[in-house]
């Protein structure tokens, strides 16, 4: 069965920078489109980073510049790294891998909280 932990989450203050990790079992990532959500208090789960199994890399405009998605198929990993944090950047990050064909993302993290202060 399909297994994915995020990590990496925590306090920080604006102008600040995390990494995320997210680690997956039961899958091969090197099949799969592999992305990043993220959910605050009161909104919908958005989109925030996507990186395909063909190296297609693509970004939320809210996010471009700050963000980096990166995957480590050999290891079974996708991080992402976030730069100049911004107080709107709080919420609940998840990774979720899906193939290429699939509309849905069927394999979801337990997410991680990124909570930025000030």
């Known amino acids: 069965q399909a297994q994915l932990v995020e990590s990496g989450g925590g306090l920080v203050q604006p102008g600040g920078s995390l990494r995320l990790s997210c680690t997956g079992s039961?899958?091969?990532?090197?099949?799969?489109?592999l992305g990043w959500y993220r959910q605050a208090p009161g909104k919908q789960r958005e989109l925030v980073a996507v990186?395909?199994?063909?190296?297609?890399?693509d970004y939320a405009s809210s996010v471009k510049g700050r963000f980096t998605i990166s995957r480590d198929d050999a290891k079974n990993m996708i991080y992402l790294q976030i730069m100049n944090l911004k107080l709107e950047d709080t919420a609940v990050y998840y990774c979720?891998?899906?193939?290429?064909?699939?509309?849905?993302?069927?394999?979801w993290g337990q997410g991680t909280q990124v909570t930025v202060f000030s």
């Open positions: 979720a891998a899906k193939r290429s064909g699939n509309q849905e993302y069927p394999y």
């Open positions: 039961g899958i091969r990532f090197s099949d799969y489109r």
């Open positions: 990186a395909t199994s063909g190296g297609v890399i």
